[in-house]
């Protein structure tokens, strides 16, 4: 019996760690149960039948012992460690915050010193919205939900086609026919369930860009259409929030970050109109490596997540270009247009 009790509490412990239950009320919980038993034992007869089951009062009692011991030295050791880090209230403290399950989970960005606990927990109390939920919002959404944002909100009015699961990688073939933001969500779901997921399955119009603009610290663009650029683009603008933009055609794909109010351009600024009719070939007319989308969403998700986390630099002002059939990439300084129609008023 006495194997059995203490098999159920190590059990206990691990499952309630796991659903992030602190140490500390964890240790509350079994002193509470040891307490217990050992109080009954010592108010009941040796010669009561549940005495005898237990085995007496003696063993508990050794356990109890043993178990404040343990548990107080851990309190004691972690009580300096958290006293001998008040130099570096930030990273220790925020990394605090986190469960035990958490700390695992996301322990290879906190081991990143340029990111750290307290980046992660940026990531995690950052809501991010994803436009378009295609090529580039398929690793943009992948990275973003493993990587452990708050909240992810995806825009996108279309349905999963057969034509799309070539490069759209978070979409299995039985979903063709639904509608890709429903997927998304389950593919979210599969990755981290610790996500806020909030689906918006329409189209984004000018109308009600801004209002769901001001809901998200970062808005990240991989639509595949000029018009929706620009509404995302001057909605951006307005509710001065980071727009992460991505694109691409065939073998290339470029990614920049646009904040006039961080200094940078707008998508306006460097495209001020679109390309006359022709003269941008989109994926359905001139086709799309499959890897591409993965290169250039991937590279939207770094810069998205070094905007939340505040590390490095990001490619506000500047344009990455990669072209995949001659495995290059260059970097060029786009400008802030002091005329521009959208930012400069
Ligand atoms: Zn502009």
Redesign the pocket.
């Known amino acids: 019996m006495i194997l059995a009790i203490l098999s159920f509490l190590v059990f206990a412990w691990f499952i309630a760690g796991y659903l992030g239950m602190s140490q500390n009320l964890r240790g509350a919980s079994v002193f509470i149960t040891l307490a217990s038993i050992l109080g009954a034992l010592f108010l009941i007869p040796e010669t009561n039948s549940f005495s005898i089951i237990m085995g007496g009062w003696a063993p508990w009692a050794t356990i109890s012992f043993i178990f404040c011991v343990t548990f107080f030295f851990r309190l004691f050791v972690s009580s300096l460690r958290n006293k001998s880090n008040e130099d570096y209230p930030d990273e220790v403290q925020e990394a605090d915050e986190f469960s035990n399950h958490e700390l695992e989970r996301y322990s290879r960005h906190i081991l990143l010193k340029e990111l750290g606990g307290l980046g992660q927990r940026r990531i995690k109390d950052s809501s991010v919205l994803i436009i378009g939920a295609g090529g580039l919002g398929a690793p943009v959404i992948q990275y973003l939900a493993a990587s452990g944002v708050g909240t992810i909100g995806i825009i996108d009015h279309d349905k999963v086609s057969l034509s799309n699961l070539q490069r759209q990688v978070i979409y299995p073939t039985k979903q063709v026919g639904e509608q890709k933001v429903f997927s998304a969500v389950d593919a979210i779901y599969r990755l981290n369930n610790n996500v806020n997921v909030r689906p918006y399955n329409r189209r984004l119009n000018s109308e009600i860009a801004e209002e769901i603009f001001s809901e998200y610290d970062v808005v990240v663009d991989g639509t595949d259409n000029f018009e929706t650029r620009y509404i995302s683009?001057s909605a951006a603008?307005i509710t001065k929030k980071h727009l992460v933009s991505g694109a691409l055609s065939q073998w290339e794909g470029q990614v920049s970050v646009?904040a006039?109010h961080k200094g940078g351009?707008?998508?306006?600024?460097?495209f001020p109109s679109p390309p006359k009719d022709g003269l941008a070939v989109t994926c359905s007319e001139g086709g799309v490596f499959s890897p591409l989308p993965g290169v250039i969403g991937s590279v939207m998700a770094v810069e998205t997540l070094k905007i939340l986390s505040h590390s490095g630099n990001t490619l506000l002002g500047q344009m990455f270009i990669y072209d995949g059939l001659k495995g290059e990439s260059r970097k060029i300084k786009i400008n802030?247009?002091k005329k521009?129609?959208?930012?400069?008023i």
């Open positions: 683009n603008v646009f006039p351009p707008c998508y306006a600024c460097v802030l247009n521009c129609p959208i930012c400069s």
